[in-house]
């Protein structure tokens, strides 16, 4: 259920002879995975999650730092959020100047545009409060409609969308031990099927298909050390039904085919002896979030590792046959590996925030289907 409402500053524009196609990007020189994602440079679309859930306290910074200008100098960017369930929350549209900074509390959400006499940050629109949520947000450049003053900020059209226009980052902290944990956005060229842009990274290639079954791993330190936990794993999804509304198909966003849950993973974990022992599977909507043992697992969480297995040493999650429903434009029925009948449409990454005391850190999940072994 949508909880948030769009801004009205949003709403009124007309799309007639608005079209705009998609910028094309440059050939990522940092790119991972295919060349399809990076953490070091701008993207058209990026991807994190957030929490805040009891004793947990988010935050997210966007910089424009790339795309080309559009003869107004501003770029908007849409935020939206979703929970963990795949329900939709809220729209938030910010527009940025050349090198602008944005930091967005989850639980203030509001559009924001700059006037230049005093330069000077304006906050309109109505304000969200995203308290006891948690789940990905999606924030994806476009071409900004400025209006008549010159002072608006409405998105040109749903498929204006600009390449290398956006980087971000994000952190999650925990109000009880006072440890935070964060990292870079995920940034993806995917703009959805209609609106352009690249595809996602290949799951058959890096996630395997029902008969290859490749695993990736998440990293962690010993986990009876650990006083914070949060193993986060995103789907994320550039298909017709990805995105939300009148961006339905031209941006990316979560898994978007019916059931639940959408994605179950095979886990094991992996000792600093190699010695591999299997823990029950992962089962999740849109995105899954756990600790990793039993020792910070709060209430109402169910961790990873469950209580009867001991684990004492550092190692990491391997995680393998992650299986779902094909998106409703594949015409399969019946579960199978995401690699299998989704390939350049879904996929999955993974984090894991960890803390020691204040100390906290987080680890992104790690693919080897890439690789020529």
């Known amino acids: 259920m949508k909880k948030g409402i769009l801004p009205k500053l949003s709403m009124g524009l007309a799309l007639a002879g608005a079209c705009v196609l998609s910028q094309a990007s440059r050939v990522l020189a940092a790119g991972e995975l295919g060349d399809t994602v990076t953490f070091m440079e701008p993207a058209r679309s990026l991807v994190m999650p957030f929490d805040e859930t009891t004793n947990k306290k988010s935050f997210q910074i966007v910089t424009r730092i790339g795309g080309d200008d559009t003869g107004t100098g501003v770029i908007a960017t849409h935020w939206s959020y979703w929970s963990k369930d795949c329900d939709h929350l809220a729209d938030v549209f910010i527009c940025l100047t050349r090198k602008d900074t944005v930091v967005v509390d989850p639980t203030a959400l509001q559009s924001e545009i700059q006037s230049p006499n005093p330069p000077q940050n304006n906050k309109v629109g109505p304000v969200i409060n995203l308290t006891g949520q948690k789940g990905m947000l999606t924030v994806t450049a476009f071409e900004a409609d400025t209006g008549s003053s010159g002072l608006g900020c409405n998105v040109l ?43 996602l990274p290949s799951a058959a290639t890096f996630l395997g298909d029902d008969s ?74 849109c995105v899954g979030f756990a600790p990793i043992s039993d020792n910070v697992a709060e209430e109402g969480e169910t961790s990873l590792i469950p209580p009867i297995t001991t684990v004492t040493t550092s190692g990491t999650l391997e995680v393998s046959n992650c299986s779902t ?30 803390a020691v005391g204040p100390f906290g850190a987080v680890v992104k999940a790690k693919y080897t289907g890439g690789l020529t072994l």
């Open 157 to 199: 059209a749903p498929d204006s969308t600009i390449a290398d226009a956006i980087a971000g980052a994000w952190t999650i902290a925990n109000t009880t031990t006072n440890a935070a944990f964060g990292n870079d956005a995920i940034g993806l060229d995917a703009a959805g099927e209609n609106g352009g842009g690249g595809d």
């Open 212 to 285: 290859t079954r490749i695993p990736f791993y998440i990293q962690t330190f010993n986990p009876s050390s650990l006083t914070d936990s949060e193993v986060i794993l995103i789907t994320v999804e550039s298909s017709i039904t990805s995105g939300n509304g009148r961006f339905q198909g031209f941006e990316i966003g979560p898994f978007s085919q019916n059931g639940s849950p959408k994605v179950c993973c095979d886990l094991s974990f992996i000792d600093n002896l190699e010695v591999s022992t299997s823990l029950p599977d992962f089962c999740f909507d």
């Open 325 to 354: 429903l094909a998106p409703p434009e594949v015409d399969v029925s019946g579960l199978s590996s995401i690699g299998e009948n989704s390939d350049g449409l879904q996929f999955l990454f993974g984090f894991h925030g960890q």
